[in-house]
């Protein structure tokens, strides 16, 4: 007997059975996206007016603050415990989203008349989780999620996936009970020689000499394996959210258009690991189903050999010091705002005193 959900629809959890995504339509109000951006381009130091001032292509912005997914996004959070097996498995510090926005500026050399990217040629094909060892049920990294805060229109620099790539990545892992390593748009087997340390990023040269290792993975060379009719453009509009299996093998794209594109992608972890091999099959959540489906067996007994560790990703120093610069330039445009209030509270101080004296 099929399971029953209260908020999804059975049509939904085909689709997600079958392609591994679920897009949640006007999640959240355009009011509401407006306000978590409020500050995004005093906090890049940018014109969202000038182009010409739009140094950089993709920003990966740090946060500042957080709301519960519940009051952010009420439908998306019921969906999300359903799709993970029920509110007591999720990790508390991931019912929160945070203003970390990825912003997709496009470059002054991309024009909307240029001829569109294959998606197998796309450079930033990957699986989220930068910063912990891979095992096929790790529990660090439980959903990819997409929250839209601006519409992206085609070439507009959406996120691109590959519903295939959830069977490939998971019959990887499976063969992989040691763990792997994230490197850089690829996976390095944990008992690789030289990788004896995780506490600190790993450097482009470990990177280099992990391609001849036994067991490399490159997510790269993955893509180049699927057809081009198996990849999705994740197009959509303000307040929409797109729920995606963990293993979904997904990359940026061009932003031809250059009309800034902004989402977000918040972690979502598990109390415990996944489990493929559970008493009560009724007990499985979606997200275990469509992994078992991907293995291609109704039942798995995974046995990790690998120690779970945490991996130090690049990104923590250049976040660390962007978050600096954010807080800069707030306190200045609050120091100036400041300023201003005084002066027009000055004059028109005056201007009473004026009145006061002509009368």
């Known amino acids: 007997m099929a399971k029953e959900y209260q908020h999804l629809t059975p049509e939904e959890v085909d689709f997600f059975m079958e392609n591994g995504y679920l897009v949640v339509k006007q999640a959240f109000s355009k009011e509401k996206a407006a306000e978590f ?37 009420p439908r998306v959070w ?18 929160a989203w945070g203003d970390t926005f990825i912003v997709n500026l496009g470059l002054p050399t991309l024009s909307a008349s240029d001829p569109p990217c294959p998606p197998q040629a796309l450079d930033n094909w990957h699986v989220d989780g930068d910063f912990f060892v891979h095992f096929l049920d790790s529990p660090e990294q439980a959903l990819l999620v997409i929250p839209l805060f601006s519409d992206i229109a085609p070439a507009g620099g959406a996120t691109y996936i590959a519903p295939q790539g959830i069977d490939m990545i998971a019959r990887y892992l499976a063969a992989h009970p ?41 997510h790269l060379a993955a893509a ?59 007990e499985y959540s979606l997200v275990e189903r469509k992994t078992l489906r991907a ?12 120690e779970r560790r945490s991996v130090v990703p690049i990104r923590v120093g250049v976040q660390a010091r962007m978050l600096e610069e954010e807080k800069r330039r707030l306190e200045e445009k609050a120091a100036a705002a ?11 101080a005056g201007a009473r005193a004026v009145a006061i004296a002509v009368a």
């Open 78 to 95: 019921e969906i999300m415990k359903e799709l993970l097996g029920g509110e007591d498995r999720i990790d508390p510090a991931s019912s």
């Open 224 to 282: 180049q394996l699927i057809p081009s009719e198996g990849f999705v453009e994740l197009t959509g509009h303000t307040g929409d959210v797109v729920l995606l299996h963990p293993l979904m093998l997904h990359s940026a794209s061009r932003n031809h258009l250059r009309v800034p594109r902004v989402i977000t992608n918040p972690p979502v972890a598990l109390r415990a690991p996944f489990c493929f091999a559970r008493e009560d099959p009724g």
């Open 338 to 348: 400041a300023v201003g209030k005084a002066g027009t509270v000055e004059a028109d």
């Open 37 to 73: 951006t409020k500050d995004m381009w005093v906090r890049l130091g940018l014109d969202p007016n000038d182009p010409s001032t739009w140094d950089r292509e993709r920003i990966h912005m740090p946060s500042h603050k957080r709301e519960p997914v519940a009051t952010f996004a």
């Open 295 to 306: 293995l291609g067996v109704e039942r798995y007994e995974f046995a990790r050999t690998g």
């Open 178 to 218: 040691e763990g792997v390593v994230p490197a850089r748009l690829s996976f390095v087997p944990s008992t690789f020689a030289p990788l004896t340390d995780t506490s600190t990023p790993l450097s482009p040269e470990f990177v280099e000499r992990a391609k001849a290792a036994p067991g490399y993975w490159s």
